[in-house]
């Protein structure tokens, strides 16, 4: 996570006195100045930027916009932070690079918030993130009301005084006994307790319901639970028996662990009329055997208090159940530590199992080759076999043939038909496994067949039953937790709190609410506080972020964002709009790298950097506001702002192919039991508002059903009922933003394929031939020609303890990832290092005439990734960069026109400009034959589609209906639709244009 440097011991900035250090200039009119950037494609950029105002960073992806923000502005005020710290805290930290510039004068404390900041501990959730959670903690632990979390009954220690108050609120003449259970549902003969009673002067015990004398032969069932309780004192209500009944109290708390339970006697609803005769002391009657228990329940339950008796405890414990408490306080409530974690998942909420669901992906094959991970393992198929002998089984049997107990016995173990040896399973086997192997890969193939299953103990909320029986104004810290953002504020505005309690959480409700407002403005509202961190979208997370910095209320801060609008619908941008205006008010300058034009139209002062990508770019194109913009002849988005260039509404929607994909009763997460149909042969959009179930839909009901139907190697997803039209489709191909790899050794250059023709052209040199050079000389991923330094990554990783990993360059091949002697090969110049170095434009020329590599380079100019380096590493990538890498990466592939594509939110990250050209590419695949379906919020890709399936209306439990369906123009008539308003809106600007014949 980015620190926030505060830099007042090392900047050249005006002190709050109005003095100035000797030899620094006069800052006082507010101005950042940068003098000579340099970084990336920076051309010595000389700028001034206002403080304390909205300024947007514009420009086509790759014109250095973040180069600029980050790279450069956020990454000197970084290094001064670091500077400032002391040489006990740089050595964890590390020293930072300082960017390519020459001088940067009045630079505030900068804080980045950008989307690679998305947490991958499955602690992490969006209440521990945004510190809701840990305000809720403090408030129930120091509001909150014990119950017990078997009874529900409120815990309360009391003392003495008040149980002797409360008996003598009964009606005079009522009597009762005072007793002290000293075994509560416990098996056992108890023979010694019974000894040591009689002998300290007792004289009546009640067992199991019955008094009795001790006196008498008692002679318990070992086999069977009892309660005793010592009666230890008759009386009458009526005035005077106060002393008494308070030494009666004293002793019975101090025989029962302080619980003392009242048995009023004429109670008409007692069980037990008689219950101080004396009865049969024949050894018949004194048995306590099974029929005479059967009136009481067996374990904790035993006890039930019953409508004559009262029950008093001067512990934190339920004088019912025993069920103890300790004060209660904020440690109580967190799943991260022991003292409020499950005891089961340890406070994770799921376990981690085997799924039979998974290990068996297709149930129709026969048993050898049903258990998916065994199906090409000889070992396997000799533990089915002698599984299939125990059991008397033909393993040419379909699995769904085999008995439930069959079934039963293969997954989980079990005795042969003659009980003589015992099969441990394939479940337990896999978990032996998974549990002992020390070989990583063997372990991630494993892991395809874990699933995370909601702990039966805590049902998922983390917390142990103590915690979780907390209320406050009838309400349980889960219950807030588990429903959305909007209604769990809600809920703490309705609390009904004593005065006491009102007292106490009055501040800590105000922060509360603050927070959760926050997170309403940016349209978070559809969340809940317990989602996981790290099943948000990089967009969610950076909002989050967004909202936490807004509540620290941090005024004269440099903020940093990174296109903050994105997954985020057209409807939601004007709140997410206020909440940047809200953090400029207090006093802050943001700078916002962005594409959306109701942001650049709300900006103060507008950066364009262009004109083009890469080494065309990095010039300021226009500098000012939004009017300078729309003038600036230069710039592209200014072109497309002014309508100078426009991407055109298509005059005429596809017809498509006529058949479809069918998705029947789809009801996962927030799904509503709702019937979808998806044309093909068509651009199909998904859209709908944040949070309404379009991921559900396609990636965890759609793809899982195609994935099933084509390999058979995943299960048919369980949350919908059926889906048509499969046989449509002969590939499926998911397109989203998940990184290319997580090493350096991962490159578009290796990701496309493009790098094996490079090789093949370098191997065939005149000399390497001379040298015998084979095409795995010029792999950095195998021993021979690659820096052995480094392993061939140009770079070393050095571990960073709590922080992230930092890649260091090597020193041996200065980040060339070659030895010397494959550096030697050159092809029309250029060294293999020189080649991973130039841009994807620059490699295009150079291979030109190679048929092998010249398509696969000209797909990825023609996604917009001409200025991306042949050889960067994917880690160095932006999301919306790797999915475009994987879009030409598919795109140069030959075409089925049975193809279906599966694209989540491909504008990521782009311009006006490379919309355009996303839009041309994503035309011509769809006029192959093949079909597109997009997640999008874009409104230029949702108009230019043949067919919108409009999800809604609200998010998270408010969404997963199904809103409107039909054509752009058919959806931007639908009153109900958010997108469809916003849609007819954008149509009326930039209508179809019929072309003339």
Same mark, same amino acid.
């Given at each position: 996570?980015?620190?926030?440097? $505060? ?73 001064? @932070? ?40 499955? %602690? ?10 840990? !305000? ?82 008692? $002679? ?108 209660? /306080? ?24 085997? /799924? =039979? ?54 997954? !989980? ?129 950076? %909002? ?206 290796? @990701? ?51 922080? =992230?990993?930092? @890649? ?104 006006? !400009? ?5 839009? $041309? ?56 639709? @958010? ?19």
């Amino acid at each position: 996570m980015s620190q926030p440097a $505060d830099l007042s011991d090392s900047l050249p900035v005006a002190s709050q006195n109005g003095h100035h250090p000797k030899g620094v200039k006069d800052n006082s009119d507010n101005t950042i100045r940068i003098r000579g950037a340099r970084q990336h494609n920076l051309k010595n950029l000389d700028l001034e930027l206002p403080r304390d105002r909205l300024i947007v960073f514009t420009g086509v992806s790759g014109s250095g916009k973040s180069s600029l923000a980050f790279d450069t502005i956020f990454a000197e005020g970084q290094r001064r @932070y670091v500077e400032s710290l002391s040489a006990y805290a740089r050595q964890f930290l590390g020293q930072l690079d300082k960017p390519d510039v020459d001088a940067i004068e009045g630079l505030s404390p900068a804080i980045s918030i950008d989307q690679k900041s998305t947490s991958h501990n499955p %602690r992490s959730t969006v209440g521990t993130v945004t510190e809701i959670y840990d !305000y809720l903690r403090l408030l129930f632990g120091r509001a909150g009301e014990p119950h017990c979390p078997i009874c529900d009954r409120s815990i309360a220690p009391q003392t003495v005084d008040e149980m002797c108050d409360r008996i003598m609120e009964l009606p005079d003449g009522t009597r009762f006994q005072i007793l002290a259970p000293v075994v509560r549902g416990k098996k056992g003969t108890h023979q010694k307790l019974l000894s040591s009673l009689a002998s300290e002067g007792f004289v009546r015990i009640r067992i199991n319901g019955e008094v009795r004398e001790l006196s008498d032969s008692i $002679d318990l069932d070992k086999n069977y639970t009892h309660t005793i309780e010592i009666v230890v004192d008759r009386l009458i209500k009526k005035l005077g028996i106060q002393e008494r009944l308070t030494d009666s109290l004293t002793t019975c708390l101090r025989h029962a662990s302080g619980i003392a339970v009242i048995d009023i006697l004429n109670d008409t609803s007692a069980r037990h009329s008689s219950a101080l005769h004396k009865g049969n002391s024949s050894p018949d009657s004194t048995k306590m055997s099974k029929n005479s228990e059967e009136t009481s329940t067996d374990g904790e339950d035993s006890h039930q208090q019953k409508p004559h008796e009262l029950v008093f405890s001067e512990n934190f414990a339920c004088p019912e159940h025993g069920a103890v408490m300790e004060e209660l /306080s904020p440690r109580l409530f967190s799943f991260n530590s022991p003292y409020g974690a499950c005891p089961e998942c340890h406070g994770l909420g799921n376990l981690r199992k085997f /799924s =039979p669901y998974l290990i068996v992906p297709d149930p129709s094959k026969p048993l050898k080759e049903a258990i998916a991970p065994w199906a090409e393992k000889e070992s396997g198929l000799s533990q089915l076999s002698a599984m299939g002998k125990a059991y008397g089984i033909n393993l040419q049997t379909p699995w769904n043939h085999l008995s439930p107990e069959h079934q039963h016995n293969i997954l !989980y173990g079990g005795s042969d038909n003659g009980g003589h040896r015992r099969f441990s399973g394939v479940i337990p086997l896999l978990q032996r496994h998974y549990d002992e192997t020390s070989s990583e890969q063997y372990k991630q193939k494993l892991e395809q067949y874990l699933v995370d299953e909601q702990c039966e103990v805590c049902k998922g909320k983390r917390l142990k039953p103590e915690a979780l029986a907390v209320q406050l104004g009838n309400c349980r810290i889960a219950e807030l937790t588990a429903v959305s953002i909007r209604d769990c504020r809600e809920r703490i505005d309705n609390l009904k709190l004593s005065d006491r309690q009102s007292q106490i959480g009055h501040l800590v409700l105000k922060e509360i609410c603050s927070r959760l407002q926050f997170l309403l403005d940016v349209g978070l509202d559809y969340l809940t506080l317990d989602r996981p961190a790290m099943t948000l979208s990089g967009g969610e997370a950076q %909002r989050i972020r967004l909202a936490t910095q807004i509540g620290s209320g941090l005024t004269g801060v440099l903020y940093v964002l990174d296109e903050p609008s994105i997954g985020l619908h057209q409807r939601d941008n004007g709140r997410l709009l206020q909440t940047l205006v809200k953090l400029r008010d207090l006093g802050n300058t943001l700078i916002v790298v962005e594409h959306d034009e109701e942001t650049i139209r709300a900006a103060d002062h507008i950066i364009d950097i262009g004109p083009g990508a890469g080494t065309w770019g990095g010039h300021i194109v226009a500098q000012g506001n939004f009017e300078t913009l729309l003038a600036a002849d230069d710039s592209r988005t200014g072109a497309y702002l002014s309508g100078r260039q426009v991407i055109e509404t298509p005059a005429q929607r596809r017809d498509g192919n006529g058949k479809f994909l069918a998705l029947k009763n789809a009801h996962r997460n927030n799904l509503r039991n709702i019937d979808v149909e998806i044309p093909l042969g068509k651009l199909v959009c998904i859209t709908g508002v944040s949070g309404s179930g379009k991921s559900t839909l396609v990636n965890e009901l759609l793809y899982p059903a195609l994935q099933h139907h084509l390999t058979r190697k995943i299960p048919f997803p369980k949350n919908v009922d059926a889906v048509e039209g499969l046989d449509c489709i002969d590939k499926a191909i998911v397109i989203d933003q998940s990184p290319i790899g997580r090493t350096p050794r991962s490159n578009p250059a290796t @990701y496309t394929g493009v790098f094996d023709a490079i090789r093949d052209i370098f191997s065939a040199t005149i000399e390497a031939k001379a040298r015998g050079y084979k095409p795995g000389q010029f792999s950095f991923n195998v021993k021979g020609g690659r820096c052995e330094a480094c392993g061939g990554q140009g770079v070393n990783v050095i571990e960073m303890n709590f922080l =992230p990993d930092v @890649y260091v360059q090597c020193e041996v091949c200065k980040g060339d990832r070659y030895n010397r002697e494959t550096l030697q090969v050159k092809y029309k110049g250029h060294s293999i290092a020189d080649v991973l170095n130039m841009t994807i434009e620059e490699a295009a020329e150079v291979f030109k005439n190679i048929p092998k590599a010249a398509p696969r380079l000209k797909t990825l100019i023609d996604v917009g990734l001409g200025y991306v380096h042949l050889g960067q590493t994917a880690p160095t990538l932006s999301g919306g960069e790797a999915q475009r890498v994987k879009l030409a990466s598919e795109l140069s592939r030959r075409a089925t026109g049975k193809t279906l594509y599966l694209i989540d939110e491909p504008t990521t990250g782009l311009s006006f !400009y490379d919309v355009h050209k996303l839009l $041309d590419v994503l035309q011509r695949l769809v006029d192959k034959g093949n079909s597109i379906l997009v997640i999008e919020h874009n409104l230029d890709v949702i108009r230019c589609a043949d067919w919108v399936i409009d999800l809604g209306p609200e998010g998270g439990d408010k969404g997963g209906e199904l809103i409107a369906i039909g054509t752009p123009e058919e959806v931007a008539k639908n009153s109900r639709s @958010y997108t469809g308003q916003y849609l007819q809106q954008v149509l009326q600007q930039h209508p179809a244009k019929v072309k003339s014949e």
